[in-house]
C-alpha cells in the first residue's frame, strides 16, 4: 500500500496546454503540501493544505490552483504551462504540523513543458 | 532570514568510512530539524530528525549533532555503505500549523566500494 501516490509519474506537454496532477494520502494525516525540486535538485514548498483548507501560497503563479475535495487528496491543476514549470513535483503530507512530525513524499511527477 | 545553507554540494566517500554533511540556518524560531534521503526517481525519505532542545540523536549508523548556539546542524553517516549512495537534504521548520518546511540544497553522496 502506497502512503501518498501520484498521478500521473511522468508528464509531457507543449507550452500553453492546461494539465493536471492528482495526490492521494491514506495514512490519515490532515495536512498535504506540494513542492516544486528543480533541475538542480533544490526543493521549494509551494502549497499547504490543513484540513482541506489552503494555509500556505508561496508566492507561486495563479497559473498553479491547487484543489483538496477531500482531507485525503490534493491535486494540482496548472494553466497556460510554460517551459519554466518543468521540474519534478512532489506532494507530501503530514500528521501535526505544529510539532513537526515526518512528511511522507510521493514518488513525484517529473513535467517536462516542450 | 529563512535560508537553509547545506554543505558541501556534493561528497565521496570509501566504503566503511564517515561521511559528513553541514547545515546552518539563520531563524532561531526553526523548531524540527529533519534529514531527508533520496534516492534517483522516487521522493524524498525522512532519515533522522531532532529537536533544538536535543543536542544528539542517534539512529543507527545516522547521528545528528545540533549546535544551537551557532545554528548549525550536521548529519554523520558511519560506516558509509554503497547502499547509502543518494542524495541528502537538511531541512528546518517554521513553527506553527503551517508545516513549512525549508530545504538545504543538497549534497549528493557517492560512497565508493
Known amino acids: 500500500d502506497t502512503a501518498v501516490s501520484q498521478t500521473p509519474k511522468y508528464l509531457v506537454t507543449q507550452m500553453g496546454n492546461d494539465k493536471s496532477i492528482k495526490c492521494e494520502q491514506n495514512l490519515g494525516h490532515d495536512t498535504m503540501y506540494w513542492y516544486k525540486q528543480d533541475s538542480k535538485k533544490f526543493l521549494k514548498i509551494m502549497f499547504s493544505?490543513?484540513?482541506?483548507?489552503?494555509?500556505i501560497n508561496e508566492t507561486v503563479p495563479n497559473r498553479f490552483s491547487p484543489k483538496s475535495p477531500d482531507k485525503a487528496h490534493l491535486n494540482l491543476h496548472i494553466n497556460s504551462l510554460e517551459l519554466g514549470d518543468s521540474a519534478v513535483y512532489f506532494c507530501?503530507?503530514?500528521?501535526?504540523?505544529?510539532?513537526?512530525?515526518?512528511?511522507?513524499f510521493g514518488q513525484g511527477t517529473r513535467l517536462t513543458v516542450v | 532570514q529563512q535560508q537553509v545553507k547545506q554543505s558541501p554540494q556534493s561528497l565521496i566517500v570509501q566504503k566503511g568510512g564517515i561521511s559528513i554533511i553541514n547545515c546552518a540556518y539563520e531563524n532561531t524560531a526553526f523548531d524540527y530539524f529533519p534529514w531527508y534521503q533520496q534516492f534517483p526517481g522516487k521522493g524524498p525519505a525522512l532519515l533522522i530528525a531532532i529537536r533544538p532542545d536535543v543536542s544528539e540523536k542517534k539512529e543507527g549508523r545516522f547521528t545528528i549533532s545540533f549546535n544551537k548556539s551557532a545554528k548549525q546542524f550536521s548529519l554523520h553517516i558511519m560506516d558509509s555503505q554503497p547502499g547509502d549512495s543518494a542524495t541528502y537534504f537538511c531541512?528546518?521548520?517554521?513553527?506553527?500549523?503551517?508545516?513549512?518546511?525549508?530545504f538545504g540544497q543538497g549534497t549528493t553522496l557517492q560512497v565508493k566500494p
Open positions: 507530501a503530507s503530514s500528521q501535526n504540523p505544529w510539532i513537526g512530525t515526518e512528511a511522507f
Open positions: 531541512a528546518s521548520k517554521l513553527p506553527g500549523n503551517t508545516g513549512k518546511l525549508i
Open positions: 493544505y490543513n484540513n482541506k483548507e489552503l494555509i
